[in-house]
């Protein structure tokens, strides 16, 4: 980074005709000018350290601005980092100073840069988690908390029984993470032979009422009737965004109990409805979690302070030895490199969470 520009991964929104075959080109490495001061109301200036690669950067790529961001759009949505300024307003207020270590989530993308502006809102201090797993936390930790403690609430479930789907993901592992904190009995599954491994680590190390299937060997739906005597369970989360998995989540949910899932219904045209069906006629109930309505849909707005709140509770839990982030790989912050992970990973070639170094 020199004293005029940054490096930053920009989506390049008008590809020739030759970028257009290959979606690797469909994000570019830029040199962007430093934003002069004054910062904005109620922002920092961060030194990103590190940034979480999450499937929507590789879908953008793949698909173009589907949220409609302002352009020309950095991708990157969740990061670790180092304030370098603070705002006129956010440093009277007293909450955040430079040098400060912070993590968190921008709605308007820009992670994957060296230096980011973001919102004073969207930011926790960190004490305890180290700036790879920090960094994390913006998009799929906040995934999977905001379903399992604001659209519900684990803390009146415990000894309770929970199915996650797709334990191996990045959402996924955090939602099963936040599950055996509040003391239920977890039932997950996933497919990638090391990803089980390390949940099976998890399990005998810690000694957590955990089990794992293996969804491409066993049959899911049979595995947790029988794991719950025929019952089903009291809560499903399935955030796999995967109707084959809707449908086996769905159908083992219990009469009188509740089925969430991440994404709106119908999101990308998604034919998520026979799994709606299935819960309806179980006698369950539907819900569903979404981190992105609180960066669009006023009504969830005002909730943002509850839901940075959670968010900054990750750096205590983990502190504390309870919360566990499972880094797979920290991808370099080069040309091709870095846009190929981003492909991989909404491919769901990749496991539990990636990481780069944007300022390494
Ligand atoms: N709306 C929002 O606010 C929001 C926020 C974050 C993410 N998302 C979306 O949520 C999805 C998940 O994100 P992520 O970061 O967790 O992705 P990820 O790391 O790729 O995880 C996907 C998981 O789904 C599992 N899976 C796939 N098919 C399955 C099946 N039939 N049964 C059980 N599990 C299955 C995979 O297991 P194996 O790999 O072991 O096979 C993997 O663990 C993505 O589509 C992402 O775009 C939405």
């Known amino acids: 980074m020199s ?28 040199s962007l000018p430093r934003p002069s001061t004054p910062l904005p109301p109620y922002t920092v200036r961060v030194r990103v350290d590190y940034a979480s690669v999450n499937p929507m950067d590789g879908k953008m790529m793949q698909f173009g601005n589907v949220f409609k961001l302002p352009e020309p759009l950095v991708l990157g949505f969740d990061f670790s980092g180092t304030i370098t300024e603070v705002s006129a307003d956010t440093a009277s207020e007293g909450k955040f100073h430079v040098a ?9 993308g820009g992670c994957f840069a060296q230096e980011l502006i973001v919102s004073a809102d969207f930011i926790a201090n960190r004490k305890h ?103 089903g369970v009291d809560l499903v989360y399935d955030p796999t965004y995967n109707v084959a998995s809707f449908i086996q989540s769905a159908s083992v949910v219990g009469a ?10 119908g999101q990308f045209g998604m034919n998520d409805q026979e799994a709606y069906n299935i819960v309806a006629r179980r006698g369950a109930e539907a819900g569903y979690g979404d ?46 490199k870095l846009q190929q992970a981003l492909l991989d990973n909404a491919a769901a070639k990749l496991m539990f969470k990636v990481v780069t170094q944007p300022s390494a």
């Open 291 to 336: 981190c992105a309505r609180y960066w669009f849909d006023p009504v969830y707005i005002a909730k943002v302070p509850e839901l940075v709140k959670l968010m900054a509770e990750a750096d205590e839990l983990y502190g504390q030895g309870k919360l566990h982030v499972a880094i797979s790989d920290t991808v370099p912050f080069e040309d091709g």
């Open 129 to 231: 988690l180290p700036p790879a797993e920090a960094s994390c936390m913006g998009i799929a930790y906040c995934s999977a908390v905001e379903p399992l403690m604001m659209v519900d609430d684990l803390r009146a479930r415990r000894a309770q029984t929970i199915y996650v789907a797709g334990g191996t993901g990045g959402v996924g592992f955090f939602a099963v993470n936040i599950a055996l904190i509040h003391g239920l009995t977890v039932i997950t599954s996933g497919s990638k032979p090391k990803a089980l491994q390390a949940l099976r680590k998890l399990q005998q190390e810690k000694g957590h009422p955990l089990h794992i299937i293996d969804y491409s060997k066993e049959d899911v739906v049979a595995r947790v009737m029988e794991l719950t005597n025929n019952r």
């Open 100 to 108: 400060d270590a912070v993590y968190g989530q921008n709605s308007q």
């Open 3 to 30: 004293h005029h520009t940054y490096r930053a991964l920009e989506l390049n929104t008008s590809p020739s005709s030759e970028e257009q075959k290959n979606d690797l080109h469909k994000a570019h490495f830029q």
């Open 256 to 265: 009188g109990g509740r089925w969430l899932k991440l994404g709106p219904p």
